[in-house]
C-alpha cells in the first residue's frame, strides 16, 4: 500500500518557465511534508517542508502548497533552471517515521 | 564537520554473506534511520533510532538488523545476504522527529550476487 505517491516519473520544463512537482498522500495522520531533492550518485537533501496545519510555504523560488482535502500537495519551483534538474522526491511523516514517494525526475531544459 | 558519512560506498557480496554497513555522525543528532533505494523507486524505511539504545523498525526490516550503542554511529547489519538486498543504502540523521530535515550520506550501493 503505497501511502505517498508521485504520479508523474518524469518532468520536462524550459528554463525560466515553472515547474509543478505533484505528490498525493492517503494516510490523513501525516503531519509534516516535506521535499527532497537527489542528484546522481548522492544522497538526497532537503528542499523545503510545510506543516499540516498550512496550505503553504515558500522560500525563495520554491514553494509548496498543501490541499488537505484532496490530500494533495504541489511543488512550485519558478523560475526553473537548468541547476534544478534531479529527481525530486516528496515525503511524508507521522511521529518518528518518514514515508517517501517514489520520486519525479525533473529536466530543465536551457 | 563531516555531517553523515556511510562506508563502504560500494560493495559486492555473494548470496548467503554478511556485511555490516556503517553510518556515523557528528552532528549530535538523536534520530537515525536506514533507507534503501531500488532502481526507479522511492526510499524505504528499513530501521530507525530515536536516540542511543533505542531502535525500531520501519517499513521493509526482513533480512536487517541494527543497533544503537552510541549517538554517533548507527551500523546496518545484512545476515545471509540475498539478491532482493541489491539496492543502494542510505543512512540519514536528524536533530528531531517528525517534520525536521533529515540529512542523508552519500550511499552504499550493495550487489549481492
Known amino acids: 500500500d503505497q501511502q505517498v505517491k508521485q504520479n508523474s516519473p518524469s518532468l520536462s520544463v524550459q528554463e525560466g518557465r515553472i515547474s509543478i512537482l505533484n505528490c498525493d498522500y492517503t494516510n490523513s495522520m501525516f503531519d509534516y511534508f516535506l521535499w527532497y531533492k537527489k542528484y546522481p550518485a548522492e544522497g538526497p537533501t532537503f528542499l523545503i517542508s510545510?506543516?499540516?496545519?498550512?496550505d503553504k510555504n515558500e522560500d525563495g523560488r520554491f514553494t509548496v502548497f498543501l490541499n488537505k482535502s484532496a490530500k494533495h500537495l504541489s511543488l512550485h519551483i519558478v523560475p526553473s533552471q537548468p541547476g534544478d534538474s534531479a529527481v525530486y522526491f516528496c515525503?511524508?511523516?507521522?511521529?518518528?517515521?518518514?514515508?517517501f514517494g517514489p520520486g519525479t525526475s525533473l529536466s530543465v531544459i536551457p | 564537520n563531516a555531517g553523515v558519512t556511510q562506508t563502504p560506498k560500494f560493495r559486492i557480496l555473494k548470496i548467503g554473506q554478511s556485511m555490516t554497513l556503517q553510518c556515523a555522525q557528528d552532528?549530535?543528532?538523536?534520530?537515525m534511520y536506514w533507507y534503501r533505494q531500488d532502481p526507479g523507486m522511492g526510499l524505504k524505511l528499513i530501521y530507525y533510532?530515536?536516540?542511543?539504545?533505542?531502535?525500531d523498525k520501519g517499513e521493509v526490516p526482513n533480512g536487517y538488523n541494527v543497533s544503537r550503542s552510541t549517538t554517533e554511529d548507527f551500523p546496518l547489519r545484512l545476515e545471509l545476504a540475498a539478491p532482493s538486498q541489491t539496492s543502494v543504502y542510505f543512512c540519514?540523521?536528524?536533530?528531531?522527529?517528525?517534520?525536521?530535515?533529515?540529512?542523508f550520506g552519500p550511499g552504499t550501493r550493495l550487489t549481492v550476487t
Open positions: 552532528m549530535n543528532h538523536n534520530y
Open positions: 510545510i506543516s499540516s496545519i498550512k
Open positions: 533510532s530515536v536516540g542511543a539504545g533505542i531502535t
Open positions: 515525503a511524508a511523516s507521522v511521529r518518528d517515521k518518514v514515508i
Open positions: 540519514a540523521s536528524s536533530p528531531r522527529s517528525s517534520g525536521y530535515e533529515q540529512y
